[in-house]
């Protein structure tokens, strides 16, 4: 079955340092991913996402992602955190086949943001 | 424009009572999802609706759950003879077009059942 793997459940970093989250997928040639960040109370918000081309995506609030078809991977990183990047963010992959609409999400990573 | 709202936000109910979880998705958007979000976890699929035509309930987690859309815009979630294991937060979500991937969430609904 396919599954997103979030291997760290919780990362602290202190503001200006830079991030990695990483994730790891399971089956599927081409997977359509994406991260989402929930702030305390909030829904789910779409930072980028990967569907094929160029392997370095950028997305919103300064964030980035490549994909790495040889790891299985799909990393999100900053270069430098802000005190408000202190949320917990999710891996996600599109379904396959006829559940193409179905998102598969990790179990998240905590980030705290020391000052 | 608005995005996708729910309410109530939280929800406290006794163990056997039923709850309605109301979603509103963005208007004109076709699709509209559930997802169940237990503590600590990742987000995971429940049921999906095309319009008004409810075209997947297979992560319904059981015969309890059932979820409706029939004028295709606002969708509930009941929950009848709520257990302790239900507790989590409902997100809703819609989209722009059939069966598509690019899923625009709402804030959840946090259910405690006690």
């Known amino acids: 079955a396919q599954s997103v793997t979030q291997p760290d459940i919780h990362i602290t970093v202190s503001e200006g340092a830079s991030l990695e989250l990483r994730c790891n997928y399971s089956?599927?040639?081409?997977?359509?991913l994406f991260w989402y960040v929930q702030s305390p109370g909030q829904g789910l918000q779409l930072l980028l996402k990967?569907?094929?081309?160029?392997?370095l995506v950028q997305g919103i609030k300064g964030f980035e992602a490549e994909f790495k078809r040889s790891q299985s991977s799909f990393n999100l990183r900053k270069p430098s955190v802000h005190w408000s990047d202190a949320a917990e963010y999710f891996c996600?992959?599109?379904?396959?086949?006829?559940?193409?609409?179905?998102?598969?999400f990790g179990k998240g990573t905590l980030l705290t943001v020391n000052p | 424009g608005a995005g996708v709202s729910q309410s109530p936000r939280y929800k406290v109910a006794k163990r056997g009572q039923d709850v309605a979880l109301r979603c509103d998705p963005i208007?004109?958007?076709?699709?509209l999802f559930w997802y169940q979000q237990a503590l600590g976890q990742g987000p995971e699929f429940l049921t999906y609706?095309?319009?008004?035509?409810?075209?997947?309930k297979s992560g319904l987690p059981s015969d309890r759950f059932f979820a409706e859309r029939p004028e295709g815009s606002v969708s509930t979630l009941k929950i009848q003879r709520t257990q302790q294991e239900d507790s989590a937060v409902y997100l809703c979500?819609?989209?722009?077009?059939?069966?598509?991937?690019?899923?625009?969430f709402g804030p959840g609904t946090r259910l405690t059942v006690t």
């Open positions: 979500a819609s989209s722009l077009a059939p069966r598509s991937y690019e899923q625009y």
């Open positions: 208007s004109g958007h076709v699709s």
């Open positions: 996600a992959r599109r379904g396959s086949g006829g559940s193409n609409y179905k998102l598969t």
């Open positions: 990967y569907f094929s081309g160029d392997t």
């Open positions: 089956y599927g040639a081409t997977p359509y």
């Open positions: 609706f095309q319009n008004e035509a409810q075209l997947d």
